[in-house]
């Protein structure tokens, strides 16, 4: 079934140029935070950033995504230690030198405090197939592609509404399954961790590459 382009609208060649760097300039802001303040986060902001993701184009329209939010202080406290028990793993078994001396200008190790203080954790799961009215499993092409661009939506829906984000990928996550209760076709893609920052929250000095060092024209 078919219909018209009805919600298309066409700029003028200077509203486009504007628009391109105006958005441009409030991502460039963007930057990934550790220290997370408690303070509250009205729901609607993130509904409204979460129908945003929800957007996002998908493989054969399968929309293969679930976000689960999380606002319980005993849900986060349960993520955190399980998080922090593979992330000790990986700091001190799983992760090659060469991995860690990358790492360290970055300030990272095991001890996520952030999982408890943020506001909101959103956790993202991909949804391998999907299920039928008749109980038939119908498979959900390109996933993991389709929820990553979803996840990129939100991340930048997020922080054009203010708020400070941080990607946590403790691996592997099939905790969160266990912890929030979801089935079995869904994986865990990602831990998102939103709010407002700490009034002094600190960031590594690091650079964006120059749009020369990732960008080829043909």
């Excluded at 929309?63 to 319980?72: A, G, L, R, S």
């Excluded at 939103?194 to 080829?216: C, H, N, S």
Aim: hydrophobic share 40%.
């Amino acid at each position: 079934m078919m219909g018209p382009l009805s919600a298309y609208q066409e700029y003028t060649l200077d509203d486009m140029m504007l628009r391109g760097a105006e958005f441009y300039s409030d991502m460039n802001r963007r930057r990934t935070v550790r220290d997370f303040s408690d303070r509250s986060v009205p729901r609607e902001i993130i509904e409204n950033c979460l129908r945003a993701a929800g957007t996002a184009p998908s493989g054969a329209n399968m929309q293969p995504w679930h976000f689960v939010v999380i606002t319980e202080a005993e849900t986060k406290k349960n993520i955190r230690v399980e998080a922090e028990k593979e992330e000790r793993d990986f700091y001190d078994h799983k992760a090659p030198q060469e991995w860690l001396d990358a790492l360290a200008p970055l300030g990272t190790d095991a001890n996520k405090p952030f999982l408890e203080e943020a506001p909101y954790l959103i956790a993202v799961f991909a949804k391998s197939y999907g299920a039928l009215p008749d109980g038939r499993r119908v498979k959900h092409y390109y996933a993991q592609e389709s929820v990553g661009i979803a996840v990129g939506l939100l991340i930048a829906a997020l922080h054009h509404a203010g708020l400070a984000i941080l990607t946590h990928t403790p691996s592997p996550m099939n905790f969160l399954n266990a912890i929030l209760e979801r089935p079995k076709n869904e994986r865990p893609f990602l831990l998102l961790v939103v709010g407002f920052p700490k009034p002094d929250a600190m960031i590594p000095l690091i650079e964006r590459y120059d749009l020369d060092q990732y960008v080829t024209y043909k």
